[in-house]
């Protein structure tokens, strides 16, 4: 068990973190020690930056429609056959093979995630499942999350992490022009949206001021994320990062990529 949990763990850093966040950033952390994530008395979190801003994310990359078994018409996000949301699978169609999804010794065309940036595919902006006497906008639903939690805006905290002037200003004038004159954005922008739109104009770091748009977390959200991720390994006691943090794959099975683990688990 500890052996399949520390491979799990190897690829979660190694493999996810460096594609949703750039090796630039994940290897700063590991090399440097982490800057913001601090544990009082060593007990482990999740912030509220990460949670209701930083890992929603994902909610920009979903497509309408998913391909997840060779030889099939993609599927509807929220249709039939997919339970329109949250209801069990009942239709074997459904049942994902994940080589269609995930990069594998398969060799599949691998259908890819939506670039990050601050659009959603139109089913997300109306839930299927939501009653329309309720809000059913995921972007509306995230933004009022936020503000109940009291989120410091996107400017004010890539401020308090360091962040060029420079920088926060392109992004917070980019938010503006995406959101319109109908929307005042003059007190600070949202977390989650700012976050959105840092992805979309800065992008991923891959190296040392090398940076991809569209293509993973910008510099606050990636910093966010990996430090968030990265602690909580590190506090875990039980966690290869906490016990041996030198330990890697080789030492196991050499399973290093989630599309390995994924091929190697039902061998």
Known sequence: ????????????????????????VVSDILGKGRKFYCADNGVPYIPVEFSAAAYRF????????????????????FGALLGRGFAPVTDERAVVDWHEL????????????????????????????IPASDIQSLAT?????????LLPSGEGLAQAMGRDAVEVEAVSDAAKAIAG?????????????YLLVEAETVGRET???????GEGLGPVGARIV?????????LDSRAFAA??????????VGVTTLGEMLTYAPS
């Not at 190296?207 to 748009?213: A, E, I, K, L, M």
């Not at 990996?226 to 590190?234: D, K, N, P, S």
């Not at 016990?243 to 030492?251: F, I, K, M, Y």
């Open 1 to 24: 068990r500890q052996l399949v949990t520390w491979h799990y763990q190897w690829v979660v850093i190694h493999d996810y973190l460096v594609k949703l966040c750039g090796k630039a």
């Open 141 to 149: 639903r995230n933004l009022l999350r936020g503000q109940s939690f």
């Open 207 to 213: 190296t040392p001021g090398s940076f991809d748009r």
């Open 181 to 193: 004159a109908g929307i005042d954005l003059s007190s600070g922008t949202p977390l989650w949206f």
């Open 102 to 129: 995930v990069e594998t010794s398969a060799g599949r065309n691998v259908q890819k995630a939506e670039t990050l940036d601050s659009k959603m595919a139109s089913d997300l902006l109306e839930l299927p499942f």
């Open 243 to 252: 016990v041996n943090r030198n330990w890697d794959p080789s030492a196991g």
């Open 58 to 77: 994902g909610h920009s990359m979903i497509p309408q429609k998913i391909q997840i078994r060779q030889g099939q018409s993609a599927l509807e996000l």
């Open 226 to 234: 990996a430090e968030t991720i990265i602690g909580l390994c590190e």
